[in-house]
C-alpha cells in the first residue's frame, strides 16, 4: 500500500489534466481485471465480473485529480498570474513550491497587500525565475496548471505526507483492493474518476455509462484531533469511516449498516463520519439516471487540501479488509 | 440571417419563439423536415448525417435568449415594477429604453423607459449609491394602475430597445450579441465541409442556468461539442492587463476553463493549433469567470469533450453590447477550419 500511493502520489494531476495518473493506474490493473475504459471526461473505468447471474453492479469511486493553479497571464516582468483549480486554501499557498506537469518549478508568492486589500488569488503570482513574459511563455502556456510540489514523506512510523493524498490514497486503496479481489458473486467496477475537486463533474458521467446498482464513493475527510480543530468525531489511525451524510449526499442507511457490519465481520476498527461540509463522488452517483443507494468509505486525513495532506496506513490497509469483508458477504 | 434582424429580435430565457422561428426554418430549408427536432425545453436540433461513420459526432451549440426583464406589478401611478431575467447589472438601466411585450403581427411592442430620481433632485447621499432593481421603474407613460396592468399585466416580458448600429473600426453596437453572435454563426456554418454527423443545437435558457443545453446535450450526447458563445471583455480604462479577460478585434476566444466547465485539454490544444496554421485570429480567455452550455453539455449522460469559442463583448448584458466583426467572423473561421482539419 505504501509503495502505491508513493507512487500515485508523486504523478501529476489536476483536475481536467489527470491523464498521467490514469496511465499509472492503468498499467497497475492491467491484466486484473476484465476490462478497461475511458470516456469523454478521462474517467478510467475498470470492470471486474461478477460470479452470479443476479449479482449486483457495485461501482466504487475513487478521484484521481487534485487542486492546482491554472495559469490565466504572464506579466511583462515575467511573473505568471493564476486562478485556483478546485478548493485551494489562500492560506495554504503562500510560499508555496510548484511545479508544472512539463517540470518547470515555480514559487507561489503573495505581493504585499494594499491597504484594505484581502488575499486572493489576484493578489498571488507564480515565479518560475523568467525576466519577460515572452519567456515565462516560453516555458509554460496559457492554461496550463501547476500543482504543490512536495514529495510524499514519512511522518512517524505508518504514516505518509503529500499533496493530492486527496484523493490518490483512496485510488492506491482501488488499485489494491482490485488486485486483492478474489472471484465474487457482484461485478464490481472501480471507477477512477475525473474533475471532482471542480464539483464531482467526472462522478457523474461514469455513473451514467457504468449503470450501477449501488455506489460507494472513496475519498479523505477531515479529523477532529488536531488543536482547535472543527470537532468532529474522527481521529486519524482509528480506521475508516463510513459516512452517513455530508453536504451532497445522504448515506443509504442499510448501506451504511451493510459497510458497518462488514467492519465487525473483518475485526478492524471504524468509525462513524458526519460532515457539516464537503461532498464527494457519491453525491454525483446518487443522481444519476433513477438514482441508487450510495455511500462513502472515508479515508481520515489531516490537513485536506494543502502540501501535506496527512494519512495513516493502517486507516487505508483496514479500509482494504473492510471492503472485501464487504464484496465476500 | 444577418445579425443585426436576429440581435433586433426579442427572445428572453423561456421565450425565445422568435429567434426559434428563424433558426427552425433556416436548418428546415438546409436538411429537411426530418432532420430537425424542437425538444421539450424548446431547443432546436438539427442533425446533418455524415457519409462517414468513423468520424466524431460533432455538435455545435449556440444559445438563443438573452437577458432582460420581466413584469410584475404595477404602482398605483401606472408605473410598472420588473424583475430581471438572467444576470443584469442594476447600474446600466437607469434611463435605459425598453421595449415592452414582444411585438406581432400588426400590435407593436409598447416603448418604455426605466424612471430614476433626477440628478437635481437627488442628495449628496443618494448620488452615491446604486438603486437596486426593486427600486426602478418602467414608465409606459400609462395613466393609472389599471391601464398599466391592461397595457403590460404580471409576465409581460421587456427587452433592451437598441438599434444594431455599426462604428468605429469595425465595431457594432447592439444589444443581445450573447449569443446571436453564436446563432449567427451556427446559421452561416449549416453548409460546413465535415463528413461526420455534424449536430447543430440552438438551445434555450442559458441565461437562466444552462438549462436548454442539459436536455439538448442528453438527446445529442455528441463525441465533441463546440460552443459558439459571447464573453465579457474588460479591456477599456484603466484595468490592468491580468484583469482584462480578452481584446474586442483580436480575434475569438479560446477557453481552458470558466466556472462552469474545464475545456478539454486535447480540444483546446487542436483549436489553438489550427488557428495558428490557418492565420485566423484567436486569442485565450484570459480569466476563470462566468460559465455557459459547455458545462451542461460536458456532463449530460455519458458525457462529451467540450470548449468554448467566444466572441468577446464589451458591456456584455447591457442595453449596448460591443463587438468587433472581425472577432464574429473569426469565432465562423476557426470553427470550420477546425471541421475541416478533423
Known sequence: MEELIRKLTAAYGPSGREGEVADLIESLLKGKVDSIRRDALGNLICEKKGTAKDGRRIMFSAHMDQIGLIVTHAEKEGYLRVSNVGGIFIANSRMRHVRFQNGVHGVLVEQPLKPGETSSMRTYYIDIGANSADEALRKVQLGDVAIYAEECFTLGERRLAAPAMDDRCACALLVSLMQALPPCKDTVIAVFSTQEEVGCRGGKTAAYSVEPDVGIALDVTLCGDQPEDRKLAINLGEGPAVKIMDMLSISNPELVQALLAAAKRAKIPCQREVLPFGGTDAGAMQLTRGGMPVCTLSIPSRNVHSSCEIVDLNDLENAQKLLLAYLKG | ?342
Open chain 2, 1 to 342: 440571417m444577418d445579425l443585426k434582424t436576429l440581435c433586433e429580435a426579442q427572445g428572453l430565457s423561456g421565450r425565445e419563439e422568435k429567434i426559434r422561428r428563424m433558426a427552425l426554418d433556416a436548418c428546415v430549408k438546409a436538411f429537411g423536415q426530418s432532420a430537425v427536432t424542437l425538444d421539450g425545453l424548446g431547443s432546436v436540433i438539427a442533425r446533418r448525417k455524415g457519409a462517414n461513420s468513423a468520424k466524431p459526432t460533432v455538435m455545435l451549440a449556440a444559445h438563443m435568449d438573452e437577458v432582460g426583464l420581466m413584469v410584475i406589478s404595477a404602482t398605483e401611478e401606472g408605473l410598472l415594477r420588473f424583475r430581471a431575467i438572467g444576470g443584469v447589472d442594476a447600474r446600466v438601466l437607469v434611463s435605459k429604453r425598453v421595449r415592452v411585450g414582444y411585438e406581432a403581427e400588426g400590435k407593436p411592442s409598447l416603448p418604455g423607459v426605466i424612471g430614476a430620481l433626477a440628478i437635481h433632485l437627488q442628495t449628496a447621499e443618494d448620488r452615491k449609491t446604486v438603486l437596486p432593481i426593486e427600486q426602478l421603474y418602467i414608465d409606459i407613460g400609462a395613466k393609472d394602475k389599471a391601464e398599466a396592468e391592461r397595457l403590460a399585466p404580471a409576465g409581460t416580458l421587456v427587452t433592451f430597445d437598441t438599434p444594431y448600429t455599426p462604428f468605429g473600426d469595425g465595431c457594432v453596437l447592439a444589444k443581445a450579441f450573447d449569443d446571436r453572435v453564436g446563432v449567427y454563426n451556427l446559421l452561416r456554418l449549416l453548409d460546413a465541409p465535415y463528413d461526420g454527423d455534424l449536430v447543430f443545437a440552438f438551445t434555450s435558457q442559458e441565461e437562466a442556468g444552462c438549462r436548454g443545453a442539459v436536455s439538448a446535450g442528453y438527446s445529442v450526447q455528441p463525441d465533441i461539442a463546440l460552443i459558439l458563445e459571447c464573453t465579457s471583455a474588460n479591456d477599456l480604462g484603466e484595468t490592468p492587463e491580468a484583469l482584462q479577460v480578452c481584446r474586442v478585434g483580436q480575434g475569438v476566444c479560446v477557453s481552458f476553463m470558466d466556472n462552469a466547465s474545464i475545456g478539454d485539454a486535447e480540444l483546446y490544444r487542436a483549436l489553438l493549433a489550427t488557428g495558428e496554421a490557418q492565420g485566423i485570429p484567436h486569442q485565450i480567455k484570459q480569466f476563470v469567470s462566468g460559465g455557459n452550455d459547455a458545462g451542461s453539455i460536458q456532463r449530460s449522460g455519458a458525457g462529451s469533450r467540450t470548449l468554448a469559442l467566444s466572441v468577446p463583448c464589451r458591456n456584455i448584458h447591457s442595453p449596448a453590447c460591443v463587438c468587433s466583426v472581425r472577432d464574429i467572423d473569426s469565432q465562423e473561421a476557426l470553427t470550420r477550419a477546425y471541421l475541416q482539419s478533423l
